[in-house]
Nanobody, 121 residues
Framework: QVQVVESGEGLVQAGGSLRLSCAVS????????MAWYRQAPGKQREWVARVTGGGWTNYADSVKGRFTISRDNAKNTVYLQMNSLESEDTAVYYCNADVLRLGRSTGENYWGQGTQVTVSS
């Protein structure tokens, strides 16, 4: 099986920074794209940022210039550095990974359990 575990939960003041981590483990052959999503209270889950296996990144307009996604392939880990945080960034942040498991020929999509980010104004 595959486990996806986020960390970095926190409460910060507006304008502050926080770094989230997401480690993927299990019987993994490779990981293609890794992404972060978030879900604010009463809202639908939305995509935040994505990094491909080759390191290409893209971002939602709402976080562009403030958030940076990166990955460490040796550790099967993806990070989300969040700067200049705003109250609107308050949400549960979820990690998503496209994983090719050992013995499989196609990738499968996995989600973490989510980690809470709260930004106080």
């Amino acid at each position: 099986q595959v486990q996806v575990v986020e960390s970095g939960e926190g409460l910060v003041q507006a304008g502050g920074s926080l770094r989230l981590s997401c480690a993927v483990s299990g019987r993994i052959l490779s990981i293609n794209a890794m992404a972060w999503y978030r879900q604010a209270p009463g809202k639908q889950r939305e995509w935040v940022a994505r990094v491909t296996g080759g390191g290409w990144t893209n971002y939602a307009d709402s976080v562009k210039g403030r958030f940076t996604i990166s990955r460490d392939n040796a550790k099967n880990t993806v990070y989300l550095q969040m700067n200049s945080l705003e109250s609107e960034d308050t949400a549960v942040y979820y990690c998503n990974a496209d994983v090719l498991r050992l013995g499989r020929s196609t990738g499968e999509n996995y989600w973490g359990q989510g980690t809470q980010v709260t930004v106080s104004s």
